[in-house]
């Protein structure tokens, strides 16, 4: 079972045992510093072992007094002016135990050395063509989801989930070989905040090596600028080379590093933090 979404006041938080954690996804001034007793609250009931904030500067006091730690700084993440922050506290302590530290060490690296901040774009072949994704292709994009997930933070292989993330601000885009749906991503528009989330990346894995999410990051990239959007961001898999590779080479810089953050693919996995100014 997916977690759910809660609303606090004006502040929402994302929770359950498939993450097991809290995840304070959004906060309104007028609920801090309530908003952080609601997420503890929450932690302790249900004795999930992480709580995680996506924190703007004028929350972080709050959650630092409740004894929560810094794993990422993403600067000027709303409304281009204020910085943001990635604020996790760790219930038990096996779960802000790195259990591979090495490779995350690697990854980071071997990413920073390709880091450009200019990055090529592939061209499509004449047997591929890209589109931004609509409700009645819910179906097609739900398969792809599955056939590459075998579990995932949210449910992208629910076609009645997608359809109702495209009324709220997130836009999908994807890559086709003869009308048959091969990639995709999504772009999570916060206009109140001006950011954007870059992700629910995937290929079909015998159509991989081909440059599809560098492709679908730059079209992702124009229309959010287009759209007046001022920071994008990413949370990539901590152990992936290839993707924290693709937005290094793609201007993106490093943040962070969120220990044991969330299920995909049936285990807890390491997050990187990646961002760019638009």
Same mark, same amino acid.
């Given at each position: 079972m997916s977690d759910q979404i809660e609303v606090f006041g004006s502040s929402v938080i994302q929770h359950g045992k498939s993450n097991d954690r809290a995840?304070?996804?959004?906060?309104?001034p007028q609920d801090c510093p309530t908003v952080v007793d609601d997420a503890v609250n929450l932690a302790v009931d249900n004795r999930y072992s992480k709580i995680f904030a996506k924190a703007?500067?004028?929350?972080?006091?709050?959650?630092?007094?409740?004894r929560f730690v810094e794993e990422a700084k993403v600067p000027n993440l709303f409304n281009g002016a204020e910085d943001?922050?990635?604020?996790?506290?760790?219930?038990?302590p096996e779960r802000r135990q790195e259990g591979a530290p090495e490779i995350v060490k690697k990854v980071i690296a071997a990413a920073n050395s390709k880091f450009t901040e200019v990055g090529l774009v592939p061209e499509l072949d @004449?047997?591929?063509?890209?589109?931004? $994704?609509q409700k009645h292709d819910a179906q097609v994009m739900a398969r792809l989801y599955k056939l590459v997930f075998k579990s995932y933070p949210f449910p992208i292989d629910d076609p009645d989930y997608l359809e109702r993330t495209m009324d709220e601000d997130v836009i999908y885009h994807g890559i086709f070989r003869e009308g048959e749906l091969i990639a995709l991503s999504s772009a999570e528009i916060d206009f109140s905040s001006k950011n954007v989330?870059?992700?629910?990346?995937?290929?079909?894995?015998?159509?991989?090596?081909?440059?599809? @999410?560098?492709?679908?990051?730059?079209? $992702?990239?124009?229309?959010?600028?287009?759209k007046g959007i001022c920071t994008a961001y990413t949370i990539a898999r901590a152990y992936s080379y290839g993707m924290n590779i693709t937005f290094a080479k793609h201007g993106y810089r490093f943040a962070g590093t969120?220990?044991?953050?969330?299920q995909i693919s049936g285990q807890l996995e390491s997050m990187n933090v990646w961002y760019k100014t638009l």
């Open positions: 995840y304070v996804m959004k906060i309104c703007p500067a004028f929350s972080r006091q709050a959650f630092l007094q409740e943001g922050y990635f604020l996790s506290k760790f219930m038990f @004449a047997d591929f063509t890209w589109r931004i $994704m989330e870059m992700t629910d990346f995937a290929t079909r894995p015998d159509c991989r090596g081909q440059g599809f @999410a560098t492709y679908l990051l730059e079209k $992702m990239e124009t229309d959010v600028r287009n969120l220990t044991n953050n969330t």
